[in-house]
């Protein structure tokens, strides 16, 4: 199985006529997805690779089912294309764009909150259940090369690596039951915990790999959660951005990779997650024998 | 970006926050007329972008004109962490019978703005929450209009502060949260807050900040507090390589090649993505590596773009070697960048085989970017080699050409 999105999730990509977009709806074309409308205002009537453009979600959502909207829209316009999203009943959002104000990402997550429903992102590369779906961009053109379906849940703050990381698991022969690129904005719509409880319903997932960064609390959140609901599944996490710890207020990376107090660190965010008991790779390349050891009932 | 106090204070005085009487100086004679003006005892300020500045000699106290215009002349050339100040804040300096703390913040994990208030201010918050955590208050409110006042009630009664008091606090901690959702702040905190010997409220302290996202919706405020586009505000002021990798950047819409931060090491860092630049970092180091620059390429920037990047790195006195490392990319065009790198390394009048330590971007079009580098002898490697071990023979590389001997990680 998977979480979020399989075989039968059908989606529409709001923003379709952009450069990127295209591109993007040629690659879920090509993989296999249920890519079943876009959006762009003025521009309806239209078609991207044979995908009906229109100019309102309600137009889509009212003649079939939609389960999902990937927004790549600009900045400035992603909170009204996603309150439109959601009031016509989509209830898997996926924000690719970046650069939104906090304050708006949190006037989405409130108003998704409201509506029962959940966002992926912002800032993020989307999502893959490989051999299943993708939604966004996630893995390119040649997403083949690094998705495999398998049992390893992964997690990322970072799209690229999500894909690094994914690559690194595939060449040793360790599959993906679902690969989300969380987003790397300093509120996003899904942590790291907050997608736990899907994994964990999951029967096909046997492993989680993270990849994290500092700034943030969403670390010590997962932490948290891993200790607290003694979860069955393996966690192993990787840390970037060691080299920030000396550097407090300096920006580097994704918007929510700034150090803003004592507890988001690389060096602090280690230790919470090792007290809880996930393992820490060194090294990207590393990744796969931990969570072979792991798998092997043997500890972190 | 953070606000300078005095900044900080008029964007609260727009949003109805009670401040102090004064202006700022950017001379001692200056000090000494606003001094003269208020009246009375005075307190001068340095304007630094820093904290801990009574400890650091850049706050004083003057009860006349030159006595304010000699403080004036040692703050303005104290340098706080490395900063020369802004100017200095002269104020008129008040009777303070009890000291509160006010602030906003967005919590990411309820992902909601949240208010805290605290009836021990003066000092840090996160040590008052440690030490007395019964003193720290706290209520999540909605971003949605109209905005609940009655929460900023709540949370200021529920440390037991009721009467004109209670009312007066409820009205500034409303002003101070709403000002936070209004001019797009991702910190607001007044701290002091101060309560006079005559009952009174004001803000004494103020610490605001808001975030790069923002800045095009609050051009008008920003403009209004002369704040230009090039202040970035950070830990430090951006440097000249780094203000021309912002121009490089900004010189094409087309995908990222900038975010540069200057380091004093020797290897040129071309790299990305976001989170793949901390990693190749990281790694660099790791090996012993001395990094000359931190940046970030990511999305699909033009060849030119990819070109001056380079030259850039290039033009840093010192530089050796340059190493091209990114994860696997999705949609940036490895044949792109590759194109680039070595366009911009034969226009700085190298050869790319010699001045390209090593380029490890695997993804789209590589073969097409593989080829180009085997055309200019350049060394490469595949997706089967670690973004670590790219590094680490790029730091090897910089070592040998030094004539430094090999170390073993």
């Known amino acids: 199985m998977s979480i979020l999105i399989d075989e039968r999730t059908t989606f529409i990509i709001q923003g379709i006529t952009g450069r990127e977009a295209v591109s993007m709806t040629r690659e879920c074309l090509d993989y296999g997805s249920k890519l079943v409308g876009g959006v762009t205002p003025g521009r309806g009537g239209r078609g991207v690779h044979g995908v009906p453009v229109y100019d309102t979600v309600k137009e889509i959502t009212s003649q079939q089912r939609v389960d999902g909207s990937v927004l790549t829209v600009p900045p400035a316009f992603v909170r009204d294309a996603a309150f439109e999203a959601i009031e016509n009943g989509i209830k898997l959002l996926v924000i690719v764009t970046e650069r939104i104000p906090r304050g708006e990402v949190a006037q989405v997550c409130e108003h998704a909150r409201m509506h029962g429903a959940r966002l992926i992102g912002p800032n993020c590369l989307g999502l893959i259940s490989p051999g299943k779906s993708k939604m966004g961009g996630i893995g390119g053109a040649a997403v083949k090369r690094a998705y495999t379906p398998g049992h390893i849940g992964v997690m990322s703050r970072s799209g690229g690596m999500t894909t690094e990381i994914s690559n690194t698991l595939t060449a040793a022969g360790f599959g993906q039951s679902t690969a989300v690129s969380i987003g790397g904005d300093a509120i996003i719509g899904s942590t790291y915990a907050e997608l736990m409880p899907l994994f964990e319903a999951d029967p096909e997932t046997e492993a989680i790999v993270i990849?994290?960064?500092?700034?943030?609390?969403?670390?010590?959140?997962?932490?948290?959660?891993?200790?607290?609901?003694?979860?069955?599944?393996?966690?192993?996490?990787?840390?970037?951005?060691?080299?920030?710890?000396?550097?407090?207020?300096?920006?580097?990376?994704?918007a929510g990779t700034i150090v803003e107090g004592r507890a988001d660190t690389a060096a602090e965010k280690i230790a919470r997650m090792q007290d809880a008991g996930i393992s820490v790779a060194e090294a990207i390349q590393d990744i796969p024998e931990i969570v072979r050891s792991r798998l092997n009932g043997k500890g972190a | 970006m953070r606000f300078y106090e005095f900044e900080a204070k008029t964007l609260l005085g727009m949003s109805g926050v009670p401040v102090s009487k004064g202006g700022t100086a950017l001379t001692a004679d200056d000090a000494a007329r606003i001094a003269g003006e208020v009246g009375g005892d005075?307190?001068?300020?340095?304007?630094?972008?820093?904290?801990?500045?009574?400890?650091?000699?850049?706050?004083?106290?003057?009860?006349?004109?030159?006595?304010?215009?000699?403080?004036?002349?040692?703050?303005?050339?104290?340098?706080?962490?490395?900063?020369?100040?802004?100017?200095?804040?002269?104020?008129?300096?008040?009777?303070?019978?009890?000291?509160?703390?006010?602030?906003?913040?967005?919590?990411?994990?309820?992902?909601?703005?949240?208010?805290?208030?605290?009836?021990?201010?003066?000092?840090?918050?996160?040590?008052?929450?440690?030490?007395?955590?019964?003193?720290?208050?706290?209520?999540?409110?909605?971003?949605f209009s109209p905005f609940p006042e009655f929460k900023m009630k709540e949370l200021v009664a529920s440390l037991g502060i009721s009467g004109g008091e209670l009312n007066a606090l409820t009205r500034i901690?409303?002003?101070?949260?709403?000002?936070?959702?209004?001019?797009?702040?991702?910190?607001?905190?007044?701290?002091?807050?101060?309560?006079?010997?005559?009952?009174?409220?004001?803000?004494?302290?103020?610490?605001?900040?808001?975030?790069?996202?923002?800045?095009?919706?609050?051009?008008?405020?920003?403009?209004?507090?002369?704040?230009?586009?090039?202040?970035?505000?950070?830990?430090?002021?951006?440097?000249?390589?780094?203000?021309?990798?912002?121009?490089?950047?900004?010189?094409?819409?087309?995908g990222v090649a900038g975010r540069v931060v200057e380091f004093d090491g020797t290897l040129g860092c071309v790299i990305g993505a976001g989170g793949g630049s901390l990693t190749i970092f990281d790694a660099i180091r790791k090996f012993g590596g001395d990094p000359a620059n931190y940046c970030e390429i990511g999305g699909n920037p033009s060849v030119k773009k990819a070109a001056e990047l380079t030259k850039l790195i290039l033009s840093k006195p010192g530089v050796g070697k340059i190493c091209v490392i990114m994860n696997v990319v999705s949609?940036?065009?490895?044949?792109?960048?590759?194109?680039?790198?070595?366009?911009?390394?034969?226009?700085?009048?190298?050869?790319?085989?010699?001045?390209?330590?090593?380029?490890?971007?695997?993804?789209?079009?590589e073969d097409e970017g593989f080829k180009i580098l085997e055309k200019y002898g350049v060394e490469y490697c595949d997706r089967s080699v670690p973004m670590s071990e790219a590094a680490r023979r790029a730091v090897e590389k910089m070592r040998k050409a030094k004539g430094e001997p090999e170390v073993v990680a």
């Open chain 2, 42 to 143: 005075v307190v001068l300020k340095s304007q630094v972008l820093s904290g801990g500045r009574m400890k650091a000699g850049g706050i004083k106290f003057a009860s006349a004109a030159e006595e304010a215009r000699t403080a004036a002349e040692q703050i303005l050339a104290l340098e706080i962490g490395g900063q020369r100040p802004r100017c200095v804040l002269v104020e008129s300096k008040q009777p303070v019978k009890k000291e509160y703390y006010a602030g906003v913040i967005y919590d990411a994990l309820a992902k909601l703005p949240v208010a805290i208030f605290s009836d021990l201010g003066g000092i840090d918050i996160e040590q008052v929450a440690e030490t007395h955590p019964g003193h720290v208050a706290r209520v999540h409110f909605s971003t």
């Open chain 2, 173 to 254: 901690m409303s002003q101070l949260a709403q000002a936070f959702l209004r001019y797009g702040l991702t910190l607001a905190e007044i701290n002091p807050l101060a309560q006079l010997d005559d009952g009174s409220i004001i803000a004494l302290d103020s610490h605001l900040d808001m975030e790069e996202e923002a800045r095009d919706g609050q051009a008008a405020l920003l403009a209004r507090l002369g704040i230009g586009r090039e202040e970035t505000r950070l830990a430090r002021p951006p440097t000249p390589f780094e203000i021309r990798g912002a121009e490089v950047d900004a010189s094409d819409h087309r």
């Open chain 2, 331 to 365: 949609n940036t065009r490895v044949d792109i960048v590759a194109r680039g790198v070595v366009k911009g390394v034969i226009e700085a009048g190298y050869d790319p085989a010699e001045k390209i330590a090593i380029f490890r971007i695997p993804g789209s079009w």
């Open chain 1, 211 to 254: 990849y994290s960064e500092p700034g943030g609390p969403m670390e010590a959140q997962l932490a948290e959660y891993v200790r607290a609901t003694k979860s069955r599944l393996p966690v192993v996490a990787f840390m970037a951005g060691k080299f920030m710890d000396a550097m407090p207020g300096m920006r580097f990376g994704h």
